[in-house]
């Protein structure tokens, strides 16, 4: 799928039929922003509480492994999955490895997958600009304005009560019968993403403490965790770093968040050449979502990679 240039104004009429289709419509409720600031809060305390916990209840080897996979595996699913393939069109896939990555990226609770290619596909249209979901220079420059709107960028945008039309930002989704059934189980999937992790613990170290353990770090930290690291990219990363290529927002590469977004975190690249599948391009910039691409395409499962070349990546050199 390419880039969202060239999509009609977010007033396009929506079929009904397309609300139930692809979970959720254009207006937020309450019981959705209710929903949503609980599996904000209680992960958040959760990682709070993830100091003394360690300190005076433990941190196991056999937590460290669920949650690390846990965090890893929904992690991929959002950069790899629901970004570079569902909403760039980074590299074609085969039928088992586009389910996958679905499934995949609905395990980060970050919100059923049309919607959140949608959001990004307006994102990258708007990007700083009027009309951006989620952009931290939304209130000004100035050093209060640019705290509200770091704030709004990290998480105050999920409560908007106004959503992205999806039928107008991610019409293929909505017409593909396997991602559209993917992005109305998004309940599912989230009971799931919770319930896995007590439920390996528990069968690892028979007995219910190993279950309730699994439950804090695998689900809750690990949950809280990828959420802000997610959260990060659209606020820090549109706020500071470095920007080594030319692109017609303020988005930079920050190193310190690479390893646990990902990759996603040489933001300066992807939003001077979008579909490209490698973010981090320079030497020494650590890029896993490219690695595990690289291993679909040799197994078969990917094909048609856009991979950036030598050329193409000095042709987008800053001045």
């Known amino acids: 799928m390419p880039q969202s240039e060239g999509f009609e104004g977010d007033k396009q009429p929506r079929p009904p039929a397309m609300i139930s289709a692809t979970r959720g419509g254009e207006k937020q409720g309450a019981a959705e ?4 600031a609980s599996f904000i809060a209680v992960p958040f305390l959760a990682v709070l509480a993830a100091i003394p916990v360690a300190w005076g209840w433990g941190l196991g080897w056999h937590d460290v492994v669920i949650m690390v996979v846990m965090y890893f595996t929904a992690c991929h699913g959002i950069t790899v999955g629901f970004h570079r393939f569902f909403t760039h069109g980074s590299f074609k896939a085969n039928r088992a490895l586009k389910i996958g990555m679905a499934v995949a990226g609905s395990l980060a609770i970050e919100g059923p997958i ?11 249209k708007f990007s700083d600009k009027d009309g ?29 009560e106004e959503q992205t039309p999806q039928q107008t930002y991610a019409p293929d989704l909505v017409r593909d019968r396997d991602i559209s059934w993917i992005s109305r189980q998004f309940a599912f999937f989230t009971l799931t993403s919770i319930l896995l992790p007590p439920l390996v613990g528990g069968l690892w170290s028979w007995s219910w403490e190993g279950a309730l353990t699994a439950f804090f770090w695998g689900s809750l930290v690990r949950v809280a965790l990828l959420h802000h690291v997610t959260w990060s990219i659209n606020s820090i990363c549109h706020a500071m770093g470095k920007h080594p290529f030319k692109s017609r927002d303020r988005s930079g590469n920050v190193a310190w968040l690479a390893v646990l977004s990902c ?45 950036p070349s030598p050329e193409r990546i000095e042709a987008r050199r800053a001045a």
């Open 33 to 36: 922003r209710f929903a949503l």
């Open 114 to 124: 049309v919607r959140w290619v949608a959001d990004h596909r307006k994102h990258h």
């Open 132 to 160: 951006d979901p989620h952009s931290p220079w939304r209130y000004g420059e100035s050093v209060p304005a640019l705290l509200k709107g770091l704030w709004w960028a990290h998480m105050g945008w999920l409560f908007d």
């Open 263 to 307: 990759g996603e975190s040489w933001h300066n690249l992807h939003h001077a050449d979008p579909t490209s599948a490698r973010h981090g391009v320079l030497r020494g910039q650590i890029d896993s979502s490219a690695r595990l691409i690289r291993w679909f395409e040799l197994a078969g499962w990917a094909r048609d990679v856009r991979w």
